[in-house]
C-alpha cells in the first residue's frame, strides 16, 4: 500500500490519452496509470506573493466545487505567444505566485510579434520566470503535484520552450504532466475567481491570435458556436494601433482605447463585418483594410508618434480609433447575441457568459457586452484584467481541474530520447463545431487541425 506522500500507482488499466507523446506512424491513443495526488508538506508558506502585482491583490480564491482532495499544488507555465509566464497554484484556488515576462520592446520593435525573435526571449528568461515563480510561493520543484505546460494552440517555436522547460521539471522530480489547451484555460479561469460558476456556460474567448464562441457543458466538453475565419479582434487592434503610430509597449488595446476617447466614433464611417453571415463566426480582415484605408486618405504618417502629432492630425487619429473600435466591438455583439440563443436551445439551464483572453481586459468591450448579455438575461462574468491576458495561474488552475479527474501524463524520463518528438498543437479546436455555426466562408487549412480536445476526451472515454 502507498504511504500518503507518495503517488498511488493504482488502476493499471484504465484508459488515459497522452498529451505529449507524438509519433509520425499513428494517431493512437497512449495509455498510462491514474496517479492520485500527494498532501503538500505542512511546511509550505502560505504567504502570497507576486513579481508583477502587490500582495494586497493577490487573494485567496476558493474552489467552486470543492472535491474529495484540496491539498495538492500545480505549476503552470504558459509560453504560447509573446509572454512568458508561470504561476504556483493550490487545489483550493490559491495563488501562491505569479510571474510574466513581457515582450513589449520586441513588439514595439518588430510591429508585431515575430515568432524567432520570440522564441530566443522565451528562451532566454524561462528559467528565471520559473525559478521566480517558485520562490514567490517559498517552495521547490519537490514540493509540486504536478506541471501543466500550454501544448497548444500557438507559435510552435514558443510552445516548444515551454514545453521543453516543463518536462525537463517532471522528469527530473518524478512529476506527471498536463498538456492544456489554451483556450481551455482563458474560459476556466473564471472558475477560480468566480465559485458559483458552474457549467454549462458560454465563453467568448477574444485575443491576439483567436476569437471563440464555445458552449461549456463540462469540463473537456465544449462546443464551438463561432470562431476566426481570418484575423483575431486583437490582431486588428494591434494593426490599427501600429497604423495610427500609438505607442506598442502597452499593446494596441489599451492605445486605442485610450486614444478612442478622444474621438467622435461615427465621424468615420466603417462597414460591420459578416453582417451577411447568419452563423457567430469573425472576421477582421475587411475591417482592417477599411481602416488603412482611411489612414491613408487623411494622410496620417505612422512614423510620426502620436505624441509629436499635430492637434489636428491628433484629432483625425483619435476619430479613426473611436469609429475602428465601435465597429469591431459591435461585430462582438452581434455574434454574441446569436450564440446566446444558439446555446439556450442546447442547454437551457445556462445562466453565465464569459469574455476572457487579452482583449477581455479593455474596459469598452466588457462594458458593451454586458449590455448584451442582461439583455438576454444572463450574467456577465470576466475575470480580473492581469488574469485575463495570457498568464501561469490559467495553465496551473485548468491543469488542476483536470488532474482531478485523473487526465495528465506520468512522469516524462529525466533525459529524452534523442529523437524525441515534442507532441505541440498549433491548430488545436477546443471543440467541435455546432451544426449552424459552420460557414462556406472558412479560409482555415483543415488539413491541419489538430483533432479537438473535446473529441480525444470522448474517445479516451468510450475506449
Known sequence: MASPSAFSRLNLLLPKPSLFAANFRRTQFHFFPTLSSRTISSSSSSSLTCSSYSNSSMKELQNPTPKRDNHFVVLGIETSCDDTAAAVVRSNGEILSQVVSSQADLLTKYGGVAPKMAEEAHSQVIDQVVQEALDNAYMTEKDLTAVAVTIGPGLSLCLRVGVQKARQIAGSFKLPIIGIHHMEAHALVARLTEKDLQFPFIALL??????????????????????????????????????????????????????????????????????????????????????????????????????????????????????????????????????????????????????????????????????????????????????????????????????????????????????????????????????????????????????????????????
Open 206 to 463: 477574444i485575443s491576439g491570435g483567436h476569437n471563440l464562441l464555445i458552449l461549456a457543458r463540462d469540463l473537456g466538453q465544449y462546443v464551438q458556436l463561432g470562431t476566426t475565419i481570418d484575423d483575431a479582434i486583437g490582431e486588428a487592434y494591434d494593426k490599427t494601433a501600429k497604423w495610427l503610430g500609438l505607442d506598442l509597449r502597452r499593446s494596441g488595446g489599451p492605445a486605442i482605447e485610450e486614444l478612442a476617447k478622444e474621438g467622435n466614433a461615427k465621424s468615420v464611417s466603417f462597414s460591420v463585418p459578416m453582417k451577411q453571415h447568419k452563423d457567430c463566426n469573425f472576421s477582421y480582415a475587411g475591417l482592417k483594410t477599411q481602416v488603412r484605408l482611411a489612414i491613408e486618405s487623411k494622410k496620417i504618417d505612422a512614423n510620426i508618434p502620436i505624441s509629436s502629432a499635430s492637434k489636428e492630425d491628433r484629432l483625425a487619429r483619435a476619430d479613426i480609433a473611436a469609429a475602428f473600435q465601435r465597429i469591431a466591438v459591435l461585430h462582438l455583439e452581434e455574434r454574441c447575441e446569436r450564440a446566446i440563443q444558439w446555446a439556450l436551445k442546447m442547454e437551457p439551464s445556462i445562466r453565465h457568459l464569459i469574455i476572457s483572453g487579452g482583449v477581455a481586459s479593455n474596459h469598452y468591450v466588457r462594458s458593451r457586452l454586458d449590455m448584451v448579455v442582461k439583455k438576454n438575461g444572463l450574467q456577465l462574468v470576466c475575470p480580473p484584467p492581469r488574469l485575463c491576458t495570457d498568464n501561469g495561474v490559467m495553465v496551473a488552475w485548468t491543469g488542476i481541474e483536470h488532474f482531478r479527474m485523473g487526465r495528465y501524463d506520468p512522469p516524462p524520463p529525466a533525459e529524452e530520447p534523442e529523437n524525441f518528438v515534442y507532441d505541440l498543437r498549433p491548430r488545436w479546436p477546443l471543440g467541435e463545431e455546432y451544426a449552424e455555426g459552420r460557414s462556406d466562408a472558412r479560409s482555415i487549412r483543415r488539413a491541419r487541425l489538430h483533432p479537438s480536445l473535446t473529441s480525444i476526451i470522448q474517445a479516451s472515454s468510450q475506449q
